[in-house]
């Protein structure tokens, strides 16, 4: 097998798609491998020929990577007739004996139509056992329940401690923008880990780097936990210190003022599903130049997930979509007795028509440039709002909140080796 490729391009680009309270959340976490094929990412790789069925799937063990950040197991899913399927592991159906007892990371598929599971560390030295309790199919929205049992070669006694060590870093601290960033690492054979707190106030834009001997090293991809974030890079040498580097954050700006715009006459010259631009007799009060153009169309958004009373929209409905200049996310929402978490009605970027009344934010793709120095800067925004029938586009008034302003930096520490 070959070795992962870590040489992932800057995340210049974010979306937020507000669901229905109460909808389910992803079934699996999903790992930031970059090649389309399974590849071990270091540590030691033992082929593997275990195979379990049940509920008329069966779960075949390709291979296993172990070390003592995590083990990763390469499968295969198919049906009764021998058929390839596709499938999820949904978190919490694994169950094992031998691993360390910590939840697994992560799921992906791959081109080849087999599987990696990130589990936890080996304990012990030899045979372990992997059991699954269910799986998802159909895009991971049907249940298969089960009991799918595989047992692992795992390495060898004479090779364990070699296998599994592992390294602790010192701890490091940097100060972004007047705010303390304390910085924790750990290296096995397989990969380098560094977890930290990001500032409260600041929007990460884009995952850390590291450079060890020279060499800068991208992510193989993050974890966010409830206050810190933790990135896998590739293996680095063991007893070599580890240069991180954080940044480019965002900063809430300054909020412009409201824009009445003459909504109505820009669709009026523009056929259905085109993007108009506003002309300047259009802009009837506030700042030009933000909203670059408009559009109406339809969306499938599919079948609305949550209470019987919940006011999102689903099916084909119309939406009214504008293109922003500058990056405006969704501010966090205003939470009373009466308003449900995270409605877009409480929060900007907001639409409101000629009569006042405010429309449903769908959802808002916020991108940024980037530069030929890899530095990141202002992109645009595209925010879509629910057009109801009853909705006069004659007048609009958009509320933007506050824009991001990008801080490149970097920050940087040096985290030594024990």
Excluded: C
């Excluded at 966010?224 to 070599?240: D, E, K, L, N, Q």
């Excluded at 300047?280 to 933000?290: E, F, K, N, R």
């Excluded at 029938?389 to 824009?403: E, K, Y």
């Amino acid at each position: 097998m070959r070795k992962i490729d870590a040489k992932l391009g800057l995340t210049i680009a974010a979306a937020t798609v507000l669901a229905s309270a109460g909808a389910a959340t992803d079934v699996a976490t999903r790992l930031w491998y970059s090649g389309a094929e399974p590849e071990t990412p270091g540590g030691v790789l033992i082929a593997q020929s275990s195979e379990s069925t049940a509920g008329g799937i069966t779960l075949r063990a390709l291979s296993a990577t172990f070390s003592g950040t995590e083990t990763v197991l390469n499968f295969r899913a198919t049906d009764e007739a021998g058929n390839l399927i596709d499938l999820v592991v949904p978190d919490g159906a694994f169950t094992g004996d031998g691993f360390r007892p910590i939840p697994p990371q992560g799921f992906q598929r791959f081109d080849d139509g087999s599987f990696i599971v990130e589990l936890p560390p080996v304990i012990h030295p030899g045979s372990v056992v992997v059991e699954f309790g269910e799986v998802r199919v159909h895009e991971g929205r049907d249940r298969v329940a089960g009991r799918w049992t595989l047992p692992l070669v795992g390495p060898s006694e004479t090779e364990f401690g070699d296998v599994m060590r592992v390294e602790e870093l010192q701890v490091g601290t940097v100060d972004v923008e007047g705010e303390k960033v304390t910085l924790t690492g750990r290296r096995s054979t397989s990969r380098t880990i560094i977890e930290y707190d990001p500032p409260l106030t600041l929007r990460e834009l884009a995952l850390p780097t590291i450079t060890v001997d020279g060499k800068t090293l991208l992510s193989l991809g993050s974890r966010t936990g409830p206050s810190t974030v933790g990135v896998a890079f590739p293996g680095t040498a063991f007893g070599r210190p580890v240069t991180v580097f954080l940044g480019p954050f965002a900063t809430p700006g300054e909020p412009p003022d409201a824009m009445v715009l003459a909504v109505g006459d820009a669709l009026d010259d523009a056929a259905k599903g085109t993007d108009v631009a506003l002309t300047a007799s259009q802009v009837i009060s506030g700042p030009s130049g933000l909203v670059l153009a408009v559009n109406s169309h339809e969306e499938d958004l599919g079948m609305s997930i949550g209470r019987s009373s919940d006011p999102r929209p689903s099916g084909r409905v119309d939406v009214l979509e504008f293109t922003l200049r500058g990056n405006w996310h969704p501010t966090d929402p205003i939470v009373t007795e009466t308003t449900i978490l995270a409605d877009p009605k409480t929060t900007t970027p907001a639409l409101y028509d000629a009569h006042g009344r405010q429309l449903f934010r769908i959802h808002a793709v916020i991108n940024y440039s980037k530069d030929w120095k890899g530095n990141i800067g202002e992109g645009q925004t595209r925010v879509a709002f629910w057009l109801q029938d009853d909705i006069d586009v004659a007048r609009m008034t958009v509320v933007l909140g506050p824009p991001s302003r990008v801080l490149n930096g970097p920050w940087s520490v040096t985290l030594d080796a024990p």
